[in-house]
């Protein structure tokens, strides 16, 4: 099957026939599509529209009143775009309200992606792109392991790519931040896979380390692959966006990928680089954990996490043992 990726962009016509949240098909199949979103503090889902090949249809109408949408295409019965914001469906056509115990009321759950459409569109639309099919890994790779280095191999988190001045894509694992550039060592393909993909995508990647410093590391990759989401992603995945404080709403921060940019009253105060798992450090256990490592100082903090969903997330601090009760911005 073909990898889907999505290309948004906010309409810039101003016409009242533009308003609302349209959805086009560019993806080469015949797609259905359902949505999440809150309405009057209740979550929402509905479904199914069915998009044709080439063309577009609008499941909200009128000037968009939510920031965040969260949406779920299908292709054949195989989800194409989906993610780990859980919602209620059916089969057959539906409006559902509510997005807990799915299963206790006849529906299924089903994962749901995340859009977000800024902070003042009245419309939005979001293109489903096919993308060619990544060559081969063995017809692409050029070196053996441990060509250029220590041979590598992980679980990741994508973070960016960029390509002012030299080609570069940067991914987390482990409270440690990897770049791997496009020097002619890396099979363009790598590349290629990367920067089709959405920031926070989990993938599987093997290659070489070349250096490793106190927080970051460089590595030459032979491959790069989508892999299956875990608990631990899904988590991650909840995380994004930007949060305030419950006790001082001045202290804030924002979740994208796995850095944590946080600031006071405004002011940048710092980034971590986060990861998810079932241990931190000393604690192991009774998780999940969050760990977050400061970049400028490489000070590591380990939380618990106790609860976390669309609209609120509560951390237990480590070892001290503290709540900290944190809010989403919308």
């Given at each position: 099957m073909k990898q889907i990726l999505v290309a948004a962009a906010i309409g810039l016509a101003a016409s009242p026939a533009l308003a609302g949240l349209e959805i086009c098909n560019n993806a080469g199949q015949s797609l259905s599509l359902a949505i999440g979103y809150s309405s009057d503090g209740?979550?929402?889902?509905?479904?199914?529209?069915?998009?044709?090949?080439?063309?577009?249809?609008?499941?909200?109408?009128?000037?968009?009143?939510?920031?965040?949408?969260?949406?779920?295409?299908?292709?054949?019965?195989?989800?194409?775009?989906?993610?780990?914001?859980?919602?209620?469906?059916?089969?057959?056509?539906?409006?559902?309200?509510?997005?807990?115990?799915?299963?206790?009321?006849?529906?299924?759950?089903?994962?749901?992606?995340?859009?977000?459409?800024?902070?003042?569109?009245?419309?939005?639309?979001?293109?489903?792109?096919?993308?060619?099919?990544?060559?081969?890994?063995?017809?692409?790779?050029?070196?053996?392991?441990?060509?250029?280095?220590?041979?590598?191999?992980?679980?990741?988190?994508?973070?960016?790519?960029?390509?002012e001045g030299l080609r570069e894509c940067s991914f987390h694992a482990g409270g440690t931040k990897f770049f791997v550039r496009d020097d002619g060592r890396t099979a363009p393909y790598v590349f290629t896979v990367m920067e089709a993909l959405d920031i926070g995508t989990p993938l599987a990647v093997e290659g070489d380390l070349e250096a490793v410093y106190d927080r970051t590391a460089d590595v030459v990759l032979r491959d790069a692959a989508v892999r299956p989401w875990t608990e631990h992603d899904g988590l991650l995945n909840k995380l994004q966006g930007h949060w305030y404080s419950a006790d001082d709403p001045n202290a804030q921060f924002t979740v994208l990928g796995a850095e944590r940019e946080n600031s006071y009253d405004g002011a940048f105060s710092g980034r971590d680089y986060l990861s998810v798992s079932e241990w931190c450090r000393d604690f192991e256990g009774g998780g999940p954990y969050l760990y977050a490592r400061e970049e400028e100082t490489g000070e590591n903090y380990c939380y618990a996490i106790d609860y976390v969903d669309h609209l609120e997330l509560t951390l237990v601090h480590l070892p001290r043992g503290n709540l900290l009760r944190y809010r989403k911005l919308d």
């Amino acid at each position: 099957m073909k990898q889907i990726l999505v290309a948004a962009a906010i309409g810039l016509a101003a016409s009242p026939a533009l308003a609302g949240l349209e959805i086009c098909n560019n993806a080469g199949q015949s797609l259905s599509l359902a949505i999440g979103y809150s309405s009057d503090g209740e979550w929402i889902s509905e479904g199914w529209w069915n998009i044709p090949v080439g063309q577009c249809k609008t499941p909200v109408s009128g000037d968009l009143k939510n920031r965040y949408y969260f949406y779920r295409a299908n292709a054949g019965g195989t989800a194409i775009a989906s993610g780990d914001y859980s919602f209620c469906t059916t089969p057959q056509a539906f409006t559902i309200q509510g997005d807990s115990n799915c299963g206790g009321r006849g529906y299924e759950t089903q994962g749901f992606r995340k859009l977000d459409t800024g902070e003042t569109a009245a419309h939005f639309t979001l293109t489903l792109n096919a993308a060619a099919e990544p060559p081969a890994p063995a017809a692409s790779s050029g070196s053996a392991p441990g060509t250029y280095g220590e041979p590598y191999s992980g679980n990741v988190i994508l973070q960016e790519c960029h390509s002012e001045g030299l080609r570069e894509c940067s991914f987390h694992a482990g409270g440690t931040k990897f770049f791997v550039r496009d020097d002619g060592r890396t099979a363009p393909y790598v590349f290629t896979v990367m920067e089709a993909l959405d920031i926070g995508t989990p993938l599987a990647v093997e290659g070489d380390l070349e250096a490793v410093y106190d927080r970051t590391a460089d590595v030459v990759l032979r491959d790069a692959a989508v892999r299956p989401w875990t608990e631990h992603d899904g988590l991650l995945n909840k995380l994004q966006g930007h949060w305030y404080s419950a006790d001082d709403p001045n202290a804030q921060f924002t979740v994208l990928g796995a850095e944590r940019e946080n600031s006071y009253d405004g002011a940048f105060s710092g980034r971590d680089y986060l990861s998810v798992s079932e241990w931190c450090r000393d604690f192991e256990g009774g998780g999940p954990y969050l760990y977050a490592r400061e970049e400028e100082t490489g000070e590591n903090y380990c939380y618990a996490i106790d609860y976390v969903d669309h609209l609120e997330l509560t951390l237990v601090h480590l070892p001290r043992g503290n709540l900290l009760r944190y809010r989403k911005l919308d």
